[in-house]
């Protein structure tokens, strides 16, 4: 039988050492242990590495970064070039996760069972609420139906279906027009998918994959859709898929987050940034969606002003989406060569 490769963890955090901590500590419990583990700080403060110096965990390296090596995709280049050369596969996760305990058992071996992968994705399990059904099940308007499991559809996907706006391609593919169904809309089936794009904070690639491509450093900071970037480029070369057995929680945390604002900005900007990377040239027909599902997008987000619990902060970030619109028209992100 096929040994398990070995394997490296990047952790990339900023200013989070309390969930970094339940992390490590879900990480210790693993089935299978990291044969490196490699944090990449780029907090401005020690708090994490004075966390990190009060518990032991073997195999791990701390590297805290300066300003020029601070920021999501900068931190990854930067840890992809500490990771040992014996390393086959290179592992990240986001800081605010949490393992279940065959996370990576299941994860490595995707690679054997199809080695043909040049990266595979996790599957967070505690967001989405999930139904298994007779596969000759027909949805409501309401829900979502896909591989004999329903989940129930969003205010903007309904909008959308019922505006002839849906994705026409099947979850983790990417349609000429953006705006596809992501991670989220893969069931809990315990199958491997085959996909084009998945989530950079439960992600695992072949170390040979970044003599290929980097993460591109268009992505400043927080680094909003980096990672559909880098997988929707990567899939150009190989196939890429996701196992939705390889399971872990997404606890959201606030800190190291930017303003609504700023965030806002960042949803139409990069997003229009990766639809371009994927489609340098597309329809108008496409073009005409992708703005019009835009629109559609921030003036749900601005009703939630009105609607929401956080109504300050629902307001900011549509003024962001808007302020992002416009700066297309003159300022529209230079599209870096791959």
């Given at each position: 039988m096929e040994s398990t490769p070995k394997f490296s963890l990047i952790i990339c955090t900023y200013l989070r050492a309390n969930p970094l901590l339940n992390l490590l500590e879900s990480v210790k419990n693993q089935s299978l242990y990291p044969n490196e583990i490699l944090i990449i700080d780029g907090s401005t403060n020690d708090e994490t590495?004075?966390?990190?110096?009060?518990?032991?965990?073997?195999n791990l390296g701390y590297y805290q970064v300066t300003t020029e090596n601070r920021g999501l995709t900068k931190q990854r280049n930067f840890g992809i070039d500490k990771v040992s050369e014996w390393s086959e596969i290179v592992c990240f996760l986001d800081d605010d996760t949490n393992l279940d305990i065959n996370y990576f058992?299941?994860?490595?071996?995707?690679?054997?069972q199809y080695p043909?992968?040049?990266?595979?994705?996790?599957?967070?399990?505690?967001?989405?609420k999930w139904v298994e059904v007779d596969k000759n099940y027909r949805p409501k308007s309401s829900e979502f139906y896909y591989d004999g499991w329903k989940r129930n559809e969003g205010s903007r996907f309904i909008l959308r279906k019922k505006l002839g706006l849906d994705s026409n391609q099947p979850p983790c593919f990417m349609p000429e027009f953006s705006h596809g169904r992501s991670v989220s809309f893969l069931p809990p089936s315990g199958k491997v998918y085959e996909v084009q794009q998945f989530m950079g904070g439960v992600a695992s690639f072949r170390k040979s994959v970044f003599e290929i491509i980097q993460f591109s450093t268009y992505f400043e900071g927080y680094g909003l859709y980096e990672d559909a970037d880098f997988t929707l480029r990567l899939s150009n070369h190989g196939k890429l898929y996701l196992n939705t057995k390889a399971t872990l929680g997404h606890f959201h945390d606030g800190s190291g987050r930017p303003n609504k604002f700023l965030y806002g900005k960042m949803v139409i900007r990069n997003g229009w940034y990766v639809w371009r990377v994927k489609y340098p040239n597309p329809s108008f027909v496409a073009q005409l969606k992708w703005n019009t599902i835009a629109f559609l997008l921030t003036a749900i987000r601005l009703s939630n002003a009105l609607t929401s619990n956080n109504k300050k902060a629902a307001f900011t970030e549509s003024l962001g989406r808007i302020s992002g619109w416009f700066s297309l028209w003159f300022d529209a992100?230079?599209?870096?060569k791959t």
């Open positions: 590495k004075l966390m990190l110096e009060n518990h032991s965990f073997k058992s299941e994860l490595l071996q995707t690679y054997l043909d992968a040049l990266g595979v994705g996790g599957y967070i399990n505690n967001e989405t992100p230079k599209i870096q």
